[in-house]
Nanobody, 117 residues
Framework: QVQPVESGGGLVQPGGSLRLACAASGNFFSIYTLGWYRQAPGKQRELVAG???????TYADSVKGRFTISRDNRKNTGYLQMNSLKSEDTAVYYCLLTKAGSPDAYWGQGTQVTVSS
């Protein structure tokens, strides 16, 4: 079992950058798929980016070219580098860990990202 904890959110101006981190306690972080999701007020939670245990990454169209997902299995940590931030990126960002062949899903508590001048 793993428990992810997000950090790195905050207030940033449009065009700015932030790097979110998802640190996981527990074992075998490397075998989990890591997903970054976000939820804006009044909207459904949506997938922003995901990275498989093998390192393959996928992105929502809205963030392609601006966000980069990565992971450091030695540190049990995943990252979301967010550049050229827009006001519409404002949301609570969540980390999700899942494992192939298992129904288990582990959510973090979320970190607030606010893009505003």
């Amino acid at each position: 079992q793993v428990q992810p904890v997000e950090s790195g959110g905050g207030l940033v101006q449009p065009g700015g950058s932030l790097r979110l981190a998802c640190a996981a306690s527990g074992n075998f972080f490397s075998i989990y798929t890591l997903g970054w999701y976000r939820q804006a007020p009044g909207k459904q939670r949506e997938l922003v980016a995901g990275i498989s245990s093998g390192g393959s990454a996928t992105y929502a169209d809205s963030v392609k070219g601006r966000f980069t997902i990565s992971r450091d299995n030695r540190k049990n940590t995943g990252y979301l580098q967010m550049n050229s931030l827009k006001s519409e990126d404002t949301a609570v960002y969540y980390c999700l860990l899942t494992k192939a062949g298992s129904p288990d899903a582990y959510w973090g508590q979320g970190t607030q990202v606010t893009v505003s001048s």
